[in-house]
């Protein structure tokens, strides 16, 4: 199993054992979601920008409109974090000190380069496009030379990352078992909806199956 | 209606017709979530941390174990960067390039007050466990002395703050409109599946109807 070197900005350290540091952990985290935040800084001042990624092999992938202003700072080179949260689940314990959530996080540092050759960008926004909706770009219209030029594209590796994973039921006091107070975990996920069909929708343009069936990531 | 003074920091420049910027506004998509993204920086490096907050009137509470990097840095009085996202749908156009995301996120910037008085604090703590589960707060036993000298709470005003929105179906290109490709909007939503009751959990206590009745926020 790969493992990814734990150095000092990746140690979970508040609850250690909730620390992951392998690969395919790590891996499976980022592929049960599309959305990430972002942060940079600027001026000593942080920013956190949400945005949507796609993960293949051992690289994230995120994109932009070319102007913007985490975009044009990612170009010049300095350190970012990238975290994704899956939350899970409310913890419900019998004191109020031992209330936790149920999830499932990673965190990456690194620099981000940016991908500039038209085949390759194109491909990372295939990445992108296929952890949100996978099925979804076969069927569209691919950018062309110009929304290409409007788009810039960053990666970052899984170089230096970590998760942390809280599950399970609630941890009580043991002077507390006995109060009468309900206690468990209250699961939550993220479902999709009634597709809405655009109002402009040609006619005989039937759904296609990966939107019915499709499962939310995270 | 209250305006939130619009800075440099917080003036939305990609897309500005999505920046919000009224009190109100700001107020309503933090009201729907309890997990915001805290970044803060150490020797130049951004640190993007995941946790849960309460809103109360003008500002947001957050906390966590004491002993933390984070709740240790936020000590040192240095800037902030609070950003909440509430992903409500996948947009699908007819081109790969006008698909987006729906989505109410906020971002707030400033410094966090640490609360350290004890009712101050319990307060604090009550605020953000009604957020995460309204009506919990009442049936629990309270934090005891040990347990508040554990936990670090701070909370950051709503001052230098605004809000970004995407909302409704795609917008293609005209050039795109006679293509052959369903087009329209997934709806996304966290809702909560069936509770788990604690394997310990004493016999004849009832579910109460909060949790029974749970509508996630965001």
Redesign the interface.
Known sequence: MKKISITE?TKV???PKRGIYDFESIVKILDDSF?C?????ID???????T?YGRKKDKIYFH??V???MLRHLKTD??????V?N?EG?V??????H?S?N?R?V?I?GKADEITDPVEKTNA?KII?EQ??TG??N??????EK?LK??SVFSIKLDEASAKVREG??VDEDN???????????????????????????KD????EY?KE?K?RG
């Open positions: 900005k350290k508040r609850l959305v935040h972002i942060g940079f800084v000593d001042q942080p920013f956190v920008i949400p949507c932009g409109y102007g913007s202003r300095s350190g970012i974090c990238v975290t949260t939350v409310i419900l314990a019998r004191s109020a000190f209330h959530i999830y996080s965190v540092f926004l496009s949100i909706l979804r770009w069927d569209v219209r691919k950018p062309n929304e409007q788009t039921g609630p507390d078992m006995g109060l009468n107070i309900w206690a468990g975990v209250l699961p939550l996920e993220t479902v999709a909806k009634l597709p809405v069909k655009d109002k402009a929708l040609k343009i039937s759904m296609p939107i499709y939310k």
